[in-house]
């Protein structure tokens, strides 16, 4: 068999591919889009005395801008695959073998740049929660920071593929998987301290809220999409390119919509300051039938979304990632 033989069919499941999983890119930039203006809309209206977040702002808008990119580019990659180029299949998968190198590699940086905004945004908060306590974000941080060196690396690995697309792809596979992986560890570990800071703040009240039950849930729920995405895509990815296009579709859009999707709904009103976690011990006020308990200073700001339990016993949620 030929090497052109060798890689058209190589490549014929990539280009199968490429056309519906474009499709379900866009389908999801166009969510991404309602939920981001929806989260502009809560920022700069529901905010109340909190004001206006600046650094919230310019995170959660650049990565709405590298996810869009992202779908934008696969678009018009598929534009030029099959109508510019698509007179044959030959010619079609050879455009898609070797595109040029500045919209072969505009996607991968999108989507490394995009990760990692989002990985710092969740380990800062991490940070935050934890009373800016650095021994406590070691874990995520290093495999944020030694992720982007292998994802740029992976990026130098793709330059190398598209100049020669009869060599083998293997070796930015790899440093793409083992990126992934990384991600996936820092996503998993910084959750799961959110959540159990969450945890203990609410055994240290002498009534368990609600309120921290639904923050609680507000953080899986944002973060299980993207870790569900991240666990098809990378043992996708290690079966070969076609494979993971609909997962990689998915995780460059889910990127940012998780942490858009938790600044939308504190914004909204479910969560609270940053220095209401500051401090060994929390004071939670019940307000019901005349009477409150509380627990140690320092006292713990509880604002926005007044609910009722079954006994009628009001308290009051929680405010602000």
Same mark, same amino acid.
């Given at each position: @068999? ?6 058209? +069919? ?18 999801? #930039? ?22 206006? #977040? ?44 070797? %595109? ?10 999108? $989507?490394?740049? #995009?990760? @990692? ?8 908060? =991490? ?10 974000? &070691?874990?995520?941080? &290093? =495999? ?20 020669? %697309?009869?060599?083998? %792809? ?13 991600? $996936? ?49 990378? %043992? ?25 999707? $938790? ?25 019901? #039938?005349?009477?409150?308990? *509380?627990?140690?200073? *320092?006292?713990?700001?509880? *604002? ?6 079954? *006994? ?7 405010? +602000?990632?």
């Amino acid at each position: @068999m030929s090497s052109e033989s060798a890689l058209i +069919d190589a490549f014929r499941p990539l280009r199968a591919a490429l056309i519906p999983a474009a499709y379900v890119e866009l389908v999801f #930039n166009g969510l991404y889009s309602g939920l981001y203006i929806m989260t502009l809309y809560a920022l700069t209206f529901k905010r109340g005395t909190h004001g206006f #977040n600046w650094g919230i702002f310019l995170a959660l808008t650049s990565m709405y801008i590298l996810s869009s990119i992202h779908a934008i580019n696969g678009a018009v990659l598929v534009r030029f695959a099959f109508v510019e180029h698509g007179d044959t299949i030959e010619s079609s998968i050879a455009y898609i073998a070797q %595109p040029s190198l500045p919209r072969s590699l505009l996607g991968a940086i999108a $989507l490394t740049i #995009n990760t @990692m905004i989002a990985d710092f945004v969740l380990i800062w908060r =991490c940070w935050t929660m934890w009373n800016r306590n650095w021994k406590i974000i &070691t874990l995520p941080l &290093t =495999c944020t920071l030694v992720g982007a060196g292998l994802g740029f690396r992976s990026i130098a690995a793709q330059v190398a593929f598209v100049h020669d %697309p009869l060599s083998s %792809p293997t070796t930015y596979i790899n440093f793409g998987n083992a990126y992934f992986g990384l991600i $996936l560890a820092t996503t998993t570990s910084a959750t799961f301290l959110i959540i159990f800071r969450i945890y203990m703040m609410s055994q240290k009240s002498t009534r368990k809220s609600m309120g921290y039950g639904r923050v609680i849930e507000m953080v899986v729920e944002s973060a299980a999409l993207y870790l569900v995405a991240l666990v098809v895509y990378i %043992p996708l990815s290690v079966q070969g390119l076609a494979n993971v296009a609909y997962p990689q579709a998915l995780v460059a859009q889910l990127t940012g919509m998780a942490p858009t999707l $938790l600044v939308a709904r504190v914004a909204f009103g479910l969560s609270r300051p940053d220095t209401t976690w500051q401090g060994e011990s929390t004071k939670i006020a019940f307000r019901g #039938n005349g009477h409150s308990t *509380s627990e140690q200073p *320092s006292t713990i700001v509880l *604002s926005s979304v007044s609910r009722s339990d079954h *006994s009628g016993t009001k308290f009051e949620a929680i405010h +602000d990632v």
